[in-house]
T-cell receptor, first 120, second 114 residues
Framework: AQTVTQSQPEMSVQEAETVTLSCTYDTSESDYYLFWYKQPPSRQMILVIRQEAYKQQNATENRFSVNFQKAAKSFSLKISDSQLGDAAMYFCAYRSARSGGGTSYGKLTFGQGTILTVHP | NAGVTQTPKFQVLKTGQSMTLQCAQDMNHEYMSWYRQDPGMGLRLIHYSVGAGITDQGEVPNGYNVSRSTTEDFPLRLLSAAPSQTSVYFC?????????????FGAGSRLTVL
């Protein structure tokens, strides 16, 4: 079974600064997807960024980028120019790319979450 | 386009009571699932469905039942609530097929069992 570990229960950053959230995972599979989700106080789960394991290029979405190290099984999220609206719980998640009977569809394995505080 | 709609948003139960959390999606997604969120544990999969009439267990299925009679609806039933089922519950859906299909989540339902 796959596991996802977020070793930082809480992180803080000054507005306009850069912060990196860590995520490691354990899997024996070679093809999979990785995601970062944001959960603000509203409780809504919002996709921040996703990465296909077969792509070597790190995914980027505006101020959000990842450092995907497949051999090290590491998937960190970098938030640049942090804004007050970035304050939230962030979850790292893994999904197998195995198909066949829909075995992997939507079956995410989540990390424990990291609470990010942004100071003005 | 409403996306994934969960009801109720909040519920308080007494131990032993039963209830159903409703989930409906209007995106014609094949896949639907239920997660529970507990402090320090992230989200854990309870049950999932890959289409109408097909359901299967996730990581923490005990104490919960599901059925999928239509593509749109995927209710989660608690037959005899226990305090350990106090949690925030999320329903999610996604298209079928291969690819990095992204889950669309509902707004969550906070359940307290006294």
């Amino acid at each position: 079974a796959q596991t996802v570990t977020q070793s930082q229960p809480e992180m803080s950053v000054q507005e306009a600064e850069t912060v990196t959230l860590s995520c490691t995972y354990d899997t024996s599979e070679s093809d999979y997807y990785l995601f970062w989700y944001k959960q603000p106080p509203s409780r809504q789960m919002i996709l921040v960024i996703r990465q296909e394991a077969y792509k070597q290029q790190n995914a980027t979405e505006n101020r959000f980028s990842v450092n995907f190290q497949k051999a090290a099984k590491s998937f960190s999220l970098k938030i640049s120019d942090s804004q007050l609206g970035d304050a939230a719980m962030y979850f790292c998640a893994y999904r197998s790319a195995r198909s066949g009977g829909g075995t992997s569809y939507g079956k995410l394995t989540f990390g424990q979450g990291t609470i990010l505080t942004v100071h003005p | 386009n409403a996306g994934v709609t969960q009801t109720p948003k909040f519920q308080v139960l007494k131990t032993g009571q039963s209830m159903t959390l409703q989930c409906a999606q209007d995106m014609n997604h094949e896949y639907m699932s239920w997660y529970r969120q507990d402090p320090g544990m992230g989200l854990r999969l309870i049950h999932y469905s890959v289409g109408a009439g097909i359901t299967d267990q996730g990581e923490v299925p005990n104490g919960y039942n599901v059925s999928r009679s239509t593509t749109e609806d995927f209710p989660l039933r608690l037959l005899s609530a226990a305090p350990s089922q106090t949690s925030v519950y999320f329903c999610a859906s996604s298209p079928g097929g291969t690819g990095a299909n992204v889950l669309t989540f509902g707004a969550g339902s906070r359940l307290t069992v006294l």
